[in-house]
Every structure is written in structure tokens, then in C-alpha cells.
């Protein structure tokens, strides 16, 4: 191995900065708007920010941006502060930008003060028309010479309450003619007249982003503050206004937004699954969010193997959702501990064994230290129905007439005879064993090439099993082109109502996983019940994906 992996490009500015004494710690935020639940790209962010100051000195706070009353809950507070730790992660500060509120107003004063904001009584629109557009420079809106009394009178007011939503901004007074859009006068605070989840109704006027961010940074004195590329246009306002207000000089960074193929990270299209019911919720197995794959079986290793294996860019690109099930295949195949299921059963009946007896096979070849279980063993068992052929072509090594294959962890087995139904369709496979095959002892030289599971069928338990595919059927389901709902992938979920397990299973519990051999991943469902226990299947054993969409 090599001794150190490479740093990526925020890494070396950081070991930069400190090398040359700039900072003796780092500080860095992951910063949510509380008006979702977390997907995979902020997971990409939450490593980042985390990851950096476990690698440096210092650390990392969690910052709700909660500005914007109307979207924001306390449910996705805490469902956010669930999935961070569940990723791994502890945050140094659990901070608010509307803890920030009464200093966010204290600044706003202080612009109002040097000259530098003004109340405009401008309409939306006329405050659109006043940007010009990006070739052309804009106007000076009629209010904006107010003298410095007369904004702080109507700022007090728009505080107090005396205006009605929308009928007054604060604009910062920079430069109408700027080239770049967002100095020209932005605003800094509108009027709403709304509960917020944290303030209740102490506030009817609220801080733009741009007015809380960079200032919720200089508060906590972050150092390296790490947003996505669509904010570099942001951030000469962000530094404008941390200059003016000559407060802590934090510094942002901006890393390329993650997308990942046939999904959509984009909280607003999350929350239209939810709310339309094209889901089951928000932790729906299929969803992208951190809840969703925690259900499905996910493990917080995998999703971070994930986002280191994708690292950080500076140009938007799509991730492959394969990577993310290479990566918890990875991680499952050691941890998981194996069982026998059978999904679409034929009975199979040993006519020369009788009685019962529990064999011992292993709980994961993989890790020693997982142990060995008893399976029962008798004349009926279940196979899978396309485990046997009557008519075989030529390297087909499971079962057939007249051909021997071994039963996992039990004996070799000769296919004798098959009985149908008057419809054809088989009924019942009759066999002999091997007496002396039992696996582990010696097999007097006979060898054979299939190994098929199987559950005794006076053992077996039932189960439900969901399978999962991916939720779009296009990779980009958010072209502009279409509305990303007609890509929904109609087949996204398979419920396969009573499949049969060995009974191991029934002891299972919540998060644990198992490999269901010749299967895939699962892992217990929340859904389950005393007497029906309900699997996911997190991922198959191989990318059948890959090899599907090659054939096409
Ligand atoms: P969404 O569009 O889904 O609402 P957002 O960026 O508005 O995403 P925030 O809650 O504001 O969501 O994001 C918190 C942090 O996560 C921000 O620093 C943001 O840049 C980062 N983030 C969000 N989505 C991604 C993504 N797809 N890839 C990388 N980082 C992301
Ligand atoms: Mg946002």
C-alpha cells in the first residue's frame, strides 16, 4: 500500500494554511437547510467537512440554516442530527443560524449605519427589472439615496411589524452597474410574517442566505467554509460583507455538486415523492436520502467508502449508483452472516433418508469469528424451481435427470424422477443421497460441479421478501426535457410474498445483516412482525445491472 493517499484539492489548501501559521485548527460546518431529509450528496458534504478535521487539528460544527420559516420543521432537525451521527460523525457545536438572529440584525444596522443598506419599497418585479440582466447594467432603484435616518425608522418599523409581507427588503448599497448580478444591491432581509420552528413569532422579517451564511460563519469563526460550485458567484458578496462589517474573515470553498445515476439528490424532487406517494416515505428502501439505505440495508462504512472512493472535484459530474453497491457489497461480504432461502420453491424428496438431523455449516467463510450453525436436515427440502431442468443443454451443473449435484452444507444428491402435474408443471423431484458425501467427509472421489441451497420443509419459516431496483429508469431523470416523474421506474419494487428460510432466521434482528446464499444482501425490514418477518434486499451478489443493460 501506498503510506499516504493523495490530498485532494481543499486538503492542500488547508495543510497550506497551516503550514504557513495561518491557523494553528481549522474549523469547518456542514451547514443543512432543515426542509428535508439528508441523500447521498449531502453525505458526499458531511465526509468532507468531518473527514477534514479528523485529518487536521480542530472541528466541525452542525449549522441548521434555518432562515427561511416556511419550509423548515423540527421533524428534519432531527432526523438530520440521526443520520450524521448514524454516518459516523460527531459535530464539536450544534448551532442555528436562527440562534444568530439578534446579532444578523445587529449587522444589519451597522450597513444601515456606514451608508451601506437601504429600505426599498420597491415590488418584486421592479426590483427584477432594476438587476438588469447579465450583458446589461442595472438602475438605481428610486429609494435608494434614503438618508441613513430615515432607513433605520423604516427598518425599526419592518422589525416591529408595521408592514405587510413583501411590501419592503433591506438591500445592501453596493453597486447597480457591478458585473457580477448578485452586488448589485442585494437583498438582505424580507419581510414574513410566519412561525418559525425554533423563534416561534418573534421575528416577521427573516435574512436572506446571503445575509446569514457568511455571517453564521464569522460568528462561529469558521476557517474553511466548503459550499458547491453554484455559490462561487456568492462568494464576493460573502467576503463584501465580511469586510464591511469588519468581523471574523472566514474563507469558502466551493467542490462540484454529486449527482449519482438513476436518482435525483435534490430535496425539493425527494420531497414531491413523498408527498405525491410515489414512495412510501421519506426512508422508503428506494429513496437516495441516508434514512432510505440505512433501511435498506446500508452500512454507514459503505456509504463512507462511497464518498471517499468518489472524492471531491471542481466540475459537476454523475456519479455511478454501481460504485455505491460495489462499496456495500465490499463491506457485506464480510460482515454478513449467511442463510439458506429459498425464493421460488419445488419440493424435493429424498426417497432412501428418513428422519432428521442438524448439520453444522458456517456463518460467514469470510470471518472465523462468526461462528458455526446447526440447519436441519430431512427427506423434503425446497429448492429454487430454476435450481432443476428436465432438459439441460450441455454445462448446466445444477440438477437434471440423472444428474448428481451437492446440497449446501449436506450431502450429494442424484435426480431420479420427476412428477408433474396434468398441467406439466412439476410437483416433486425424487432423489437418492450419497450416504457418505456429507459435506466435510470424504467423498470417495466423486465430484461434482453444482451446489445448490435448499430448506428442510418441515423447518421452514416464511418470509416476505422486497426486492428493490433502481427508482428512474434513465440515468439523468432530472433532463430538463421531461418532468422526472415519468422516469419513475414502474418496477422499482418486487414483493415476493412467502419465500422459505431456514429457522436461524426468525431470531433475526433489526440491522442485522445477512447473505441469503446464491441470493444477495438483506437485512430485516421495520415492517416485520411477530410471525412475519419481512427482508430487504439491500444488493444482489453480483451487478446484474451491468451485465442487463450490456445485452440490450
Ligand atoms: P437540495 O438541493 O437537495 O436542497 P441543498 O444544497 O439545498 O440541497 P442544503 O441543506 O442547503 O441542501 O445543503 C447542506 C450542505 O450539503 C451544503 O453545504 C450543500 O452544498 C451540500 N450538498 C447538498 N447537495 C449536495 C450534493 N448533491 N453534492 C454535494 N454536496 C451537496
Ligand atoms: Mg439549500
Known amino acids: 500500500m501506498s503510506e499516504e493517499k493523495s490530498l485532494n484539492f481543499i486538503e492542500e489548501i488547508i495543510e497550506g494554511d497551516l503550514q504557513a501559521g495561518k491557523h494553528a485548527a481549522i474549523v469547518t460546518r456542514f451547514p443543512p437547510e432543515p426542509n428535508g431529509y439528508l441523500h447521498l450528496g449531502h453525505a458526499s458534504s458531511i465526509c468532507l467537512n468531518f473527514g477534514l478535521t479528523q485529518r487536521f487539528p480542530g472541528y466541525t460544527n452542525l449549522r441548521f440554516d434555518d432562515t427561511n420559516p416556511a419550509t423548515e420543521e423540527t421533524e428534519y432537525v432531527n432526523s438530520i442530527k440521526e443520520d450524521v451521527r448514524w454516518l459516523g460523525f460527531e459535530w464539536k457545536h450544534e448551532r442555528y443560524a436562527s440562534d444568530y438572529f439578534d446579532q444578523l440584525y445587529g449587522f444589519a444596522v451597522q450597513l444601515i449605519e456606514k451608508g451601506l443598506a437601504y429600505v426599498d419599497d420597491s415590488t418584486p418585479e421592479e426590483i427584477a427589472a432594476q438587476k438588469g440582466t447579465p450583458t446589461t447594467p442595472g438602475t438605481d432603484s428610486p429609494y435608494r439615496n434614503r438618508t441613513i435616518e430615515e432607513n433605520f425608522d423604516l427598518f425599526t418599523r419592518m422589525r416591529n411589524g408595521e408592514f405587510p409581507d413583501g411590501a419592503r427588503t433591506l438591500r445592501a448599497r ?272 466423486i465430484n461434482v460441479k453444482g451446489t445448490l441451497h435448499w430448506v428442510s420443509v418441515p423447518h421452514a419459516i416464511p418470509l416476505e421478501v422486497r426486492l428493490y431496483d433502481r427508482l428512474f429508469s434513465v440515468e439523468d431523470p432530472t433532463d430538463e426535457s421531461a418532468d422526472f416523474l415519468q422516469y419513475l421506474n414502474k418496477e422499482s419494487l418486487t414483493t415476493l410474498p412467502k419465500v422459505y428460510a431456514e429457522p436461524a432466521l426468525a431470531q433475526a434482528h433489526a440491522q442485522e445483516r445477512f447473505q441469503f446464499i446464491r441470493k444477495g444482501y438483506f437485512v430485516l425490514d421495520r415492517d416485520s412482525q411477530d410471525g412475519k418477518l419481512i427482508f430487504n434486499r439491500t444488493v444482489g451478489l453480483k451487478d446484474n445491472w451491468a451485465s442487463a443493460s450490456q445485452k440490450k
Not at 425527494?270 to 446500508?298: A, C, F, H
Not at 445444477?398 to 431420479?416: E, F, H, N, T
Open 174 to 445: 453596493i453597486d447597480m452597474q457591478h458585473i457580477n448580478m448578485l452586488m448589485r444591491d442585494p437583498i438582505l432581509y424580507r419581510i414574513k410574517h410566519a412561525h418559525h420552528h425554533r423563534t416561534g413569532n418573534k421575528w416577521c422579517i427573516y435574512p436572506m442566505y446571503d445575509f446569514a451564511h457568511g455571517q453564521s460563519d464569522a460568528i462561529e469563526e469558521v476557517t474553511h467554509s466548503i459550499c458547491t460550485m453554484e455559490f462561487v458567484p456568492h462568494r464576493e458578496l460573502y467576503d463584501w460583507l465580511i469586510r464591511q462589517l469588519g468581523i471574523y474573515p472566514s474563507h469558502q470553498y466551493e467542490f462540484a455538486r454529486r449527482n449519482i445515476n438513476y436518482t435525483v439528490t435534490s430535496k425539493r424532487k425527494l420531497l414531491q415523492l413523498v408527498n405525491e406517494k410515489r414512495v412510501s416515505g421519506w426512508d422508503d428502501p428506494r429513496m437516495p436520502t441516508i434514512s432510505g439505505l440505512r433501511r435498506r440495508g446500508y452500512t454507514p462504512h459503505s456509504i463512507r467508502a462511497f464518498c471517499e472512493r468518489i472524492g471531491i472535484a471542481k466540475r459537476d459530474n454523475m456519479v455511478d449508483m454501481g460504485l455505491l453497491e460495489f462499496c456495500v457489497r465490499e463491506d457485506l461480504n464480510q460482515i454478513a452472516l449467511r442463510r439458506m432461502v429459498v425464493f421460488d420453491p419445488v419440493k424435493l424428496v429424498l426417497t432412501d433418508y428418513s428422519g432428521e438431523e442438524w448439520l453444522s455449516t458456517e456463518n460467514n467463510p469470510e470471518d472465523p469469528e462468526a461462528g458455526h450453525r446447526q440447519i436441519p436436515f430431512s427427506n423434503t427440502l425446497y429448492i429454487e424451481r430454476d435450481d432443476f431442468m428436465e432438459q439441460p443443454p450441455k454445462k448446466y451443473f445444477r440438477l437434471a435427470p440423472g444428474q448428481m449435484v451437492r446440497l449446501k452444507s449436506a450431502y450429494i444428491i442424484r435426480c431420479d424422477e420427476v412428477i408433474k402435474d396434468a398441467q406439466g408443471t412439476i410437483q416433486e423431484i425424487r432423489c437418492s443421497h450419497l450416504p457418505n458425501s456429507k459435506s466435510g467427509s470424504d467423498t470417495s472421489g
